[in-house]
């Protein structure tokens, strides 16, 4: 009945206006165009349900899903939800017109800056405290927050809430009920311990969402990571995450115990509305003035607090600014602190003493940005110890191996590590 709108679309002009541009992903339930309003002479986004890729007779149900969306989407009217334009239907065929955003979605940031500084969490889950308050207000239960489905707009740093292709009403009174008993809508990544046993998804699961969410923010890996959809239920239902102070001592009392809360197991010892948290975060936010977080010179989600409504510079100003601007080390990719040891490791068999100050002069960069026991920060953290003692300087390797022995014991996935490190003191002793 329906073909893919996928390339044979380009080009196509719907409703008189809406020019299919440039695909761009799948998206949810749907697939995402670039598109241009020839009326308005705006560029927007136009978002199709996946109906080639359903069974024909899942096609109405998903239908009727993509049309929950555009009433989700378009009751939520605050400034992080995004802005339905138009919703029509083209051979059969319906689609939703959207804003288009220019900014980058919280996953693409995060790889790009790791572990966030507390005000940069605080900035981004505010904000997205904002929508789900409102959203929450009306009865509207996401279902499906993580990093893919936050973005930050590049010259304001707005947080956006997207994708409500998920959205459950909870009182669904007069609506039909559109998930079967045995349905997880959702990512299992982020999802709380209820939805795996079965339960309908509540005001309760979406800030459990947001937890792993703010973690992953503050930690610089997930709250979880496995290879299967069984992993995560375990993980989810019976263990416990890494403890965020492990990865950031620094981090204030009254944060962690937060963070802590929405990661309950049990919905009943999680705040309880959307509202609660951002009170409680909001004393993280950057105060007016406060300079930009370092190498955040586009998509810097702390700028409405620290700068609101100032008038913004040209994209190509804040580019150039950035090749004159002193920096520490930084890293951008994971890759480059696995280089930063292969050369070290090279060093080392020459000059111990130079390659443990080729490591202490970015380690602090590679932890800020990491966190202290990223597997690859760890990986540099025990070479730094071997160039030390192999050096000669065995009070230093051991206070080394001692302090990455307090951040990794008790902690099952790195046993190995605490291992390694008490065999290294003792060697130091």
Not at 217 to 224: D, I, L, Q, S, T
Not at 272 to 297: F, Q
Not at 299 to 312: E, G, I
């Amino acid at each position: 009945m329906v073909e893919s709108v996928l390339k044979s679309r380009r080009g196509l002009v719907l409703a008189g206006r809406y020019r299919l541009d440039e695909f761009l992903s799948p998206g949810g339930m749907g697939e995402i165009w670039k598109a241009y309003d020839e009326r308005m002479e705006r560029v927007v986004v136009v978002k199709f349900p996946q109906l080639h890729s359903v069974h024909p007779r899942g096609q109405r149900e998903l239908v009727k899903r993509f049309a929950q969306e555009v009433i989700a989407t378009a009751r939520v009217e605050v400034a992080g939800a995004l802005q339905i334009f138009d919703y029509g239907e083209e051979d059969g065929y319906p689609y939703l017109v959207m804003e288009y955003i220019r900014g980058l979605t919280l996953r693409d940031f995060m790889a790009e800056h790791g572990a966030l500084e507390l005000s940069v969490v605080a900035s981004v889950a505010v904000g997205i405290c904002h929508v789900l308050a409102e959203a929450h207000a009306l009865g509207i239960v996401h279902r499906d927050i993580k990093p893919e489905n936050v973005m930050i707009t590049e010259r304001e740093g707005l947080i956006k809430v997207l994708d409500f292709g998920i959205a459950r009403f909870a009182e669904e009174t007069g609506r039909t009920r559109l998930t079967k008993t045995g349905d997880m809508p959702g990512t299992v990544d982020y999802m709380a311990p209820e939805q795996f046993e079965g339960h309908v998804a509540t005001v309760s699961s979406d800030l459990y969402s947001l937890g792993c969410v703010i973690y992953e923010m503050a930690a610089g890996r997930p709250v979880f990571k496995g290879a299967s959809a069984f992993d995560y239920q375990r993980w989810h239902l019976y263990e416990s995450p890494i403890p965020l102070e492990r990865v950031n001592p620094d981090f204030p009392r009254q944060f962690l115990d937060l963070a802590d809360s929405l990661l309950s197991k049990d919905p009943a010892d999680r705040p309880g509305t959307a509202d609660e948290v951002n009170r409680c975060l909001r004393r993280y936010l950057p105060k007016s003035g406060s300079p930009a977080p370092e190498g955040m010179i586009e998509h810097d989600p702390t700028l409405p607090y620290s700068n609101p409504c100032a008038p913004m510079k040209p994209v190509s100003d804040a580019r150039r600014r950035a090749t004159t601007m002193p920096t520490t080390p930084v890293f951008r990719h994971r890759d480059e602190v696995e280089a930063l040891r292969r050369q070290a490791g090279e060093v080392m068999l020459s000059d111990p003493a130079r390659a443990a100050k080729l490591i202490k002069d970015r380690l602090p960069a590679a932890m800020r940005h990491y966190g202290r026991i990223d597997n690859h920060v760890l990986d540099l953290r025990f070479q730094l110890a071997e160039a030390l003692e192999t050096g000669g300087h065995r009070s230093e390797a051991f206070h080394t191996y001692k302090e990455a022995h307090h951040d990794t014991d008790g902690v099952p996935a790195l046993e190995r590590y605490v291992k390694e490190a008490s065999e290294g003191m003792r060697r130091c002793e």
